[in-house]
């Protein structure tokens, strides 16, 4: 395959004016693709290919995403636009390398013998009420439960009780221990991240739509430490984006590890077949290294084993992250992680 295919649902098409509206464009020579076909579904929505050439793309993250997704969702004559998926050659992933470390190295720093990956999230996320020193002893309770890890929830800032410098130096001292690093410069995040002392941290997390795919890139170019990305601004993206492709980019630019939203736990707005097709687009044989889903939002106790079932069978590598079960339930943390293990190596030995 050497050309760039983009699935995208229409709805409220009217196809007359759509058809003239892109013989229009082929006459001024501005459709940038080779190729456009069309499947009628009703009789105002279609599903549309389009097929762009790889001689049109500068390698570039910023002209990629503009090219394949910068007007298309907001031109009338296309109607509502949904982007369902996109088919890259082999030439493409040369060009964006995806995950630095991938999954496999996660497993070898967090200790993980077997799938999935049990992480905790701080809580309470984001209050004066959480010191340092509070901190580090949620570290300390969750790794001594048997957890492989713990990590910031994805708004901790630069803030007087938990500064960055102070949670990075955590980071040194707990491997085990993933700090949220909300920059907004790629120096800065050199500066923390692309040290040889940086290489003592175990994984970082950023929230990778947030400060954008290029600016995702540049990082990945540059850090000694994988990088975790949180499922920010998945809502704003959703309205034309599916899960499938904001998974397939995350993983192309550099995401290690991705918080895969768990669908119908009254918790993240996603099915279950759309979760499965995130973790999917994660961990499928490519030409790059697989990025670890971590199932987050809404997993209990109840529920576990409905949550993990899937992905035993799969075989595939899987994370599963837990917050208010560990830190809000009656028992201490270190028994919640104790008994989430529990839970997790009875489904197992099934």
Not at 22 to 27: A, L, S, V
Not at 142 to 163: A, C, P, R, W, Y
Not at 187 to 194: I, P, S, V
Not at 320 to 339: E, H, Q
Request: proline residues 5%.
């Amino acid at each position: 395959m050497n050309q760039i295919i983009s699935t995208l649902r229409l709805e409220n098409v009217q196809s007359d004016k759509l058809q003239k509206f892109i013989e229009h464009w082929k006459e001024i020579k501005d459709l940038p693709c080779e190729d456009i076909k069309f499947k009628k579904i009703s009789e105002t929505t279609l599903i549309a290919k389009l097929y762009y050439p790889l001689n049109i793309f500068d390698k570039s993250v910023t002209q990629f995403i503009t090219v394949l997704f910068g007007e298309l969702s907001f031109v009338t004559n296309f109607g509502k636009v949904k982007f369902t998926d996109l088919e890259l050659p082999d030439e493409v992933y040369n060009w964006f390398l995806g995950p630095k470390f991938g999954a496999e190295e996660l497993k070898q720093r967090f200790n993980v013998s077997d799938w999935p990956m049990l992480i905790a999230i701080i809580k309470p996320s984001l209050s004066p009420e959480l010191s340092i020193d509070k901190v580090n002893e949620k570290i300390e309770d969750v790794l001594n439960g048997g957890f492989h890890g713990i990590k910031d929830d994805e708004m901790q800032g630069n803030l007087s009780f938990t500064s960055l410098k102070e949670r990075i130096q955590l980071a040194k001292k707990y491997k085990k221990y993933i700090p949220t690093v909300n920059l907004d410069s790629v120096d800065d995040f050199k500066k923390l991240l692309g040290t040889e002392e940086a290489k003592d941290i175990g994984m970082i997390l950023v929230n990778a739509s947030t400060i954008g795919f290029p600016m995702l890139h540049e990082i990945r170019k540059i850090t000694n430490v994988p990088i975790l990305s949180h499922v920010a601004l998945q809502g704003v993206y959703g309205s034309s984006f599916t899960p499938k492709v904001f998974a397939q980019l995350h993983r192309l630019f550099g995401c290690d590890a991705f918080t895969n939203p768990i669908g119908e736990v009254e918790y993240f707005d996603v099915s279950r077949e759309e979760e499965k097709e995130m973790a999917v687009e994660f961990t499928r044989e490519l030409p790059i290294k697989k990025t670890l889903p971590m199932l987050t939002g809404g997993a209990r106790l109840t529920n576990l084993m409905d949550i993990i079932d899937p992905y035993e069978k799969m075989k595939v590598p899987y994370g599963a992250v837990f917050g208010s079960l560990i830190f809000a339930s009656d028992d201490s943390p270190t028994n919640m992680c104790k008994k989430t293990i529990e839970e997790v190596n009875k489904h197992k030995k099934r």
